[in-house]
């Protein structure tokens, strides 16, 4: 989404191979250059101003990221007011449900995640601090879509290219804005198995007494332990606990 019309292309090409060495971890300059199909000459020019300014570091004939994205995650973190508070809360709700809790966030149409906990019998799954998903098939997705203000919300949708990636994924617009439309009634999302087959999830918004959205957070483990019970009344209970002592505190920011 927000795609630059007309993109910098010296520096959409440095974004390319930054791209290029997260997907890969390390890579040679003839393997960036055959990915992106441009010259070798042009990838060496691209990696050394990069690893100039310590951005990219090199191992051998090897290239990687380097540690000064580290500095930049830091100060990106940091512009989220509420970051700290929720934090805190993330890490109870955690500790109290044995799952796998997350802060997430949107932008440019697209759910972040800010933080993750892990409870002692939570799930092992790709996700990490600053990992981007669709916001269709995610209990944490859906929650911030159903609160955002609508036009913001219907831009999003329709930009968006559903897929179905696990079975239960929807797919159909209209069906999406059904759902959502619950979620306001009711404060809580679901992701019933809609991004993992096995996998599920519960999530709600973060706002403050204006509406403002902050962002959401979510509890997912497995089906195995979210009988009917679970899932519809003790972790929403958590949930919903916890973000009002978030937005309590907001208040005080």
Known sequence: MNSAKNPIQAVQRTLDVVDVLKAHGEARVTDIAAELDLSKGTIHCHLATLE????VVKNGQR?????????????A????????????????LAAES??????????????????KAEGENAVQTKLYVGYRNG???????????????EAHREEIIRET????????????????????????????????????????????????QDGT?????SLIGPVSRMDDER???????????????????????
């Open 52 to 55: 100039q300014n310590g951005y």
């Open 63 to 75: 290239y990687a990221l380097g540690l000064r994205f580290l500095d930049l995650s830091h100060h």
């Open 77 to 92: 973190k940091n512009r989220v007011d509420i970051y700290d508070i929720t934090k805190a809360e993330v890490d109870a």
């Open 98 to 115: 044995g799952e796998m809790a997350l802060f997430t966030v949107e932008e440019h149409g697209e759910g972040v995640c800010l933080y």
């Open 135 to 149: 916001l269709y098939h995610t209990a944490v997705g859906k929650a911030l879509l159903a609160f955002m203000p």
């Open 161 to 208: 290219e559903f897929e179905r990636i696990a079975p239960n994924t929807i797919t159909d617009p209209d069906e999406l804005r059904e759902q959502l439309a619950e979620i306001r009634e009711r404060g809580i999302a679901y992701n019933r198995e809609e991004t993992i087959q096995g996998l599920v999830g519960v999530g709600a918004p973060i706002r403050d």
């Open 213 to 217: 959205l902050y962002g959401a957070v």
């Open 231 to 253: 899932l519809t009344e003790e972790l929403p209970e958590l949930i919903r606990r916890a973000v009002n002592i978030i937005e309590v505190n907001i208040t005080s920011l």
